[in-house]
Every structure is written in structure tokens, then in C-alpha cells.
T-cell receptor, first 111, second 115 residues
């Protein structure tokens, strides 16, 4: 079993939809959680960072961590075609290095 | 200019050849990393360096070597390339001293094909 599991998709949604992207993990020591967005032929870029449990909101994006269920989510409201990308979750116990990445979920937002 | 620059962007090489991928950064970060990305496997850490004199193996270092020539430069070498090293390679940097910036800054990647 992988330490971090992420559905590869692709996930296709109409413009304006609410998107839910998820990762599950097995290591209960993970405390630092990140979401990255990766456009085709580009490197991943950091979208959201959360520590421990709870929610964090930034514009149309909300990151949610449920440590009791070992489950993290990224919600995108009012999705736009420009949100079409691969979304990677990443997590760590130390918070400073050696992040474990999910395999990524490919999202397509249709105009 | 990009914060993290990788060269070349694309490379095709033959089995058995030695190849070097280069990375330079203007972020001023001490920590630098090399990852490879494969479909279905995600990003896997090859090597990481906390400063010029501190270099560490990641989870998949066999067949690779690195050199940290300066704080801003970190190169990855494949001593004798083999086809299963065909992948997308990313260099990344991080600054753990900033509480709001625990993330990595990635380069745009090098697509390497070994034939």
C-alpha cells in the first residue's frame, strides 16, 4: 500500500462547478499538508499549505484536513477552464523536507 | 527570469551515455532537491542537499549522482543512462526558515528520453 493515495482521474466538470479533490494517507505522523497545481509541461506550484487538522481558505480554494480519517481535500469553487491541470497532494511529518507526493489527479474544466 | 532554471528542457540520449542535468536558482534557498516524475508513480526524491557540503540520497538514488557546485547550483548526473531512467526530472528548492513558506519551488523540468 502506498503511503499516499490519490485518484488519477481524469475528472471532467463543467465551468462553474465545485470540484473536490482528495488524498488518503496511512502515516499518522503526517502533520504538514500541501496541494500543488501542475500545468502541462510545467513544474508543480504550491497552492495551499495547512498544518495539522482543520480548514484553510484562499480565494476560490479551500483545503481541508481530517487527521482522524487520514484524509485531505481540496475544494475549488466556481471552477474555471484555467483550473484545468494536475493537482498533487503532498505531506510530511517534519514539515521541512522529504514530502511524500500523491500521484496527482488530472482535472479538466469544460467551458 | 525563472526562480529555478533547469537545462536542458528536453534531451534524448542513448543507453550507456553519461548525461548531466543542470539546475540553478535565484531564490537564495539553501535546500535543493532532485525529483523524477513518472506516470502512476508521482514525484520521487532522488537526492537532496541542505548546503554545499551536505548531500543526501533520496529514495531512488541508484544510477544517479549529484554535485552542489554553489549555493545556487545543483546538478544531476546519470553515469550510464538506461531506458528506465526515461522520465520528467524536476529540481526544487526550499527555505525551511520561513514559517509561511514550507513549500518547494520547482523548475519547469527536463524531459529525458533514453533510447
Amino acid at each position: 500500500q502506498k503511503e499516499v493515495e490519490q485518484d488519477p482521474g481524469p475528472l471532467s466538470v463543467p465551468e462553474g462547478a465545485i470540484v473536490s479533490l482528495n488524498c488518503t494517507y496511512s502515516n499518522s505522523a503526517f502533520q504538514y499538508f500541501m496541494w500543488y497545481r501542475q500545468y502541462s509541461r510545467k513544474g508543480p506550484e504550491l497552492l495551499m499549505y495547512t498544518y495539522s487538522s482543520g480548514n484553510k481558505e484562499d480565494g476560490r480554494f479551500t483545503a481541508q484536513v481530517d487527521k482522524s480519517s487520514k484524509y485531505i481535500s481540496l475544494f475549488i469553487r466556481d471552477s474555471q477552464p484555467s483550473d484545468s491541470a494536475t493537482y498533487l497532494c503532498a505531506m510530511s511529518d517534519t514539515g521541512t523536507y522529504k514530502y511524500i507526493f500523491g500521484t496527482g489527479t488530472r482535472l479538466k474544466v469544460l467551458a | 527570469d525563472a526562480d529555478v532554471t533547469q537545462t536542458p528542457r528536453n534531451r534524448i540520449t542513448k543507453t550507456g551515455k553519461r548525461i548531466m542535468l543542470e539546475c540553478s536558482q535565484t531564490k537564495g534557498h539553501d535546500r535543493m532537491y532532485w525529483y523524477r516524475q513518472d506516470p502512476g508513480l508521482g514525484l520521487r526524491l532522488i537526492y537532496y542537499s541542505f548546503d554545499v557540503k551536505d548531500i543526501n540520497k533520496g529514495e531512488i538514488s541508484d544510477g544517479y549522482s549529484v554535485s552542489r557546485q554553489a549555493q545556487a547550483k545543483f546538478s544531476l548526473s546519470l553515469e550510464s543512462a538506461i531506458p528506465n531512467q526515461t522520465a520528467l526530472y524536476f529540481c526544487a528548492t526550499s527555505d525551511p526558515n520561513r514559517a509561511s513558506n514550507y513549500g518547494y519551488t520547482f523548475g519547469s523540468g527536463t524531459r529525458l528520453t533514453v533510447v
